[in-house]
């Protein structure tokens, strides 16, 4: 910021140095007094045009298309120099400030005009031809010449300053900044500026003509300002006018093409945490207000070189492209999310919710849009597991190898990489096993053992989660015949994504598995997070309703980590609710968790599905669980996972059946 204020500095002290040159060299000379009324009229116009300027969006918000130049050059070409100076600045300050611009924005529009004006005055003066045009006689093709170097000048400065300070605003490249800026200007500001001796002659013969020509003049301007319009519509959000997806992405493209790659730029992705769930309860009208609340925090918290977009639904992007160490940006991002979880209040009731930020820097984590994207998109959907956190992506996907992880998992399905082990769920009453829940291991190569929650949240995000899905039900229906003949009613619990139950060929998959195995289906439950039923209602009902025509059993796992009640899935075909491992290891000690373990149990029973408390660790835990009415339990307690082998050898030595003792025992 302090190089802004520098440079604002530099500018202001110039164009006063400026303003003295003009007044200088233009010897003070008298305007004739039957220019008066023009002037008078070209100045209030002037004001007026600063007032009604529209923010030229193409060059980020820092220029403007401004029908002021015009007048300007028709002041100067009454030739009234140093008024047309202060007039163009003085109109600058009023506009900006009824725009409410912060004040080195006023000052800096208001020293760039006067100093581009000036650099266009003193090419007419230096050319003797400034007065040429309220003379008698013909026009030499000299006027014209000087007429369009000044133009030029004052257009060049112009432009040249305001990419400067754009430049250090936002840390782009300057000469990047001038390629795309100063075409825009001439054409723009050019056209209107060829006006300026229009308006001149005009109302020499009699400033009455004024109204007709500048009336024309305004046509045009309104015309220019309905495409700039027309364009901001293309380019931006109608809900919360940041920039849209699409302009968001030619953005960054041309962010890095022109970027020198020692000048680091982050990408920030963030997703609203519980946005579906709001837009679901309280409708989408609602859903928009918030939206919108949200967007305007993002805009205000806004910093220099921010870039901020909505890329869709609630999912938002900043480019920071200023900084030099990445704790500024992840202090700001830390800011904004604790900004962003204050409740809003647009609706007229206070309505929380969080965001998941994931960050990646360019060009550490990926140097083109499409990687860096990726990686910002793997960071925050790390950060999405926990709620409300900012993830950096070297943290959880580039740095700790996961991207090369999703690469080699790809691998492993094929490769017999992956495992099965099996943690076993005991009936409270009978104090049987009723089940062994499947949970992938995998064996990697290198790594040796990885565990599913560091790489089905990456296969989750892919077309490989079908494969890893499809290799686990193989394993799992394989390992349990083993011990189907011996154990009938054991069955085998296999976890599906959200990706699976949302594929619609998914209990095709499943079918076929059986019968090229030539299991009966109800040897198979499958676990549905209950944040699979809420993302895609429809589609999964479809999904659900086959598996329970083919006769598989279907449970709820994680049940009360999502926002979705029991009663709204009733209307599925589900058999069991599995109390997440949450709450149940918190029963003992906290009032709260034993509550809510309490009343999922209650309504569960209530609405016939049976209850498997998971994450048991203690006997304590167990009976309490057994007091209120829990039918099954699995966790350390009873049984942590195991390979197939130890499986079976566990089975055989009978241990799930101690449980049904009395606690003493056990
Ligand atoms: P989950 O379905 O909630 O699985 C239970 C997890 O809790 C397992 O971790 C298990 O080892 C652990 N656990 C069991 N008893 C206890 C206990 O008493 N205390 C504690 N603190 N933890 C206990 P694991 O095997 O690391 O699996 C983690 C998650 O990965 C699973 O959570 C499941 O969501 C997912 N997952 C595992 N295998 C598969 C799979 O084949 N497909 C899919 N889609 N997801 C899987
Ligand atoms: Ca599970
Ligand atoms: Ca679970």
Request: proline share 8%; no cysteine; aromatic share 8%.
């Given at each position: 910021m302090t190089r802004v204020h520098t440079f604002v500095g530099v500018v202001a002290v110039a164009s006063v140095l400026a303003a003295v040159a003009v007044e200088r060299s233009w010897g003070g000379a008298e305007l004739a007094s039957d220019r008066g009324l023009s002037l008078a009229i070209f100045a209030g116009l002037l004001v007026a045009g600063e007032l009604h300027s529209v923010t030229w969006l193409k060059l980020h918000d820092g220029g403007e298309i401004t029908p002021s130049w015009a007048f300007a050059f028709a002041i100067l070409l009454l030739p009234a120099p140093l008024i047309a100076l202060v007039a163009m600045a003085g109109a600058s300050v009023v506009g900006d400030l009824a725009h409410r611009k912060p004040l080195v924005r006023v000052v800096f529009n208001a020293a760039q005009t006067a100093l581009s004006l000036a650099g266009g005055a003193l090419v007419m003066i230096a050319l003797g031809q400034l007065d040429a045009l309220m003379m008698a006689g013909d026009l030499s093709p000299a006027w014209f010449a000087a007429f369009v170097l000044a133009a030029g000048v004052t257009f060049a400065v112009n432009g040249l300053l305001t990419c400067i300070v754009l430049a250090l605003h936002d840390g782009t490249r300057v000469v990047a900044m001038l390629r795309r800026g100063m075409l825009v200007n001439f054409v723009t500001d050019g056209a209107l500026v060829a006006l300026a001796p229009v308006f001149v002659v005009v109302a020499q013969r009699s400033a009455l003509f004024l109204p007709f020509v500048v009336g024309v003049a305004a046509l045009i301007y309104v015309n220019s300002r309905t495409v700039l319009a027309t364009e901001h519509d293309a380019t931006?959000?109608?809900?919360?006018?940041?920039?849209n997806r699409r302009a968001f992405l030619a953005r960054v493209e041309r962010e890095f093409a022109d970027r020198s790659p020692r000048r680091q730029c982050a990408l920030i992705l963030i997703d609203l945490d519980g946005f579906k769930e709001i837009n679901d309860r309280l409708g989408h009208q609602v859903g928009d207000l918030v939206l919108r609340e949200i967007g305007e925090r993002l805009d205000a918290a806004r910093g220099p070189g921010h870039v901020v977009a909505r890329m869709g639904g609630d999912e938002f992007a900043v480019l920071v492209t200023q900084f030099t160490q990445l704790g500024e940006v992840t202090d700001w991002a830390e800011r904004l999310r604790a900004d962003l979880s204050r409740p809003c209040q647009s609706a007229g009731f206070p309505v929380s919710l969080t965001g998941s930020f994931g960050v990646a820097v360019w060009p550490d984590h990926g140097a083109d849009p499409d990687v860096l994207f990726r990686a910002a998109d793997l960071a925050m959907y790390g950060a999405k597991k926990v709620r409300n956190t900012i993830t950096v992506c070297h943290e959880t996907a580039v740095g700790t190898g996961r991207m090369a992880l999703l690469a080699d998992l790809e691998a492993a399905t094929r490769n017999d990489e992956l495992s099965l082990w099996y943690q076993p769920q005991v009936d409270l009453v009978t104090g049987e096993v009723v089940a062994f829940e499947a949970l992938a291991r995998w064996h990697h190569p290198r790594l040796g053992l990885v565990l599913p929650d560091e790489f089905m949240p990456l296969a989750e995000h892919t077309e490989l989660m079908a494969a890893v899905t499809q290799r686990v039900l193989d394993v799992a229906v394989r390992d349990a015949l083993r011990w189907h003949e011996r154990y009938p009613d054991i069955r085998v619990a296999v976890n599906t994504s959200a990706r699976n139950l949302h594929d619609l060929d998914f209990a095709n998959a499943v079918e076929r598995t059986l019968l090229a195995h030539g299991?009966?289906?109800?040897?198979l439950e499958l676990e549905i997070t209950e944040n699979t039923v809420i993302s895609q209602p429809d589609r999964t009902r479809a999904v659900l309703q086959a598996l329970e025509r083919l006769g598989a059993r279907l449970s709820i796992d994680d049940f009360g980590t999502g926002y979705s009640s029991l009663a709204n899935l009733r209307s599925l075909p589900l058999h069991a609710v599995k109390v997440d491992r949450s709450f149940v290891e918190g029963i003992t000690h906290d009032a709260g968790d034993r509550m809510i373990v309490k009343s999922i149990l209650e309504l569960a029973r209530n609405l016939g599905l049976q209850t498997v408390a998971e994450g048991v660790e203690t006997v304590a835990a167990m009976e309490m669980l057994r007091g209120y009415g829990c039918d099954v339990v699995q966790g350390y307690l009873i049984g942590t996972p195991m390979p197939i082998t130890e499986t079976l050898q566990w089975l055989e030595r009978g241990q799930g059946t101690s449980l049904a003792v009395e606690p003493e025992r056990v």
């Open positions: 931006h959000d109608v809900l919360t006018h940041l920039w299991a009966p289906a109800g040897i």
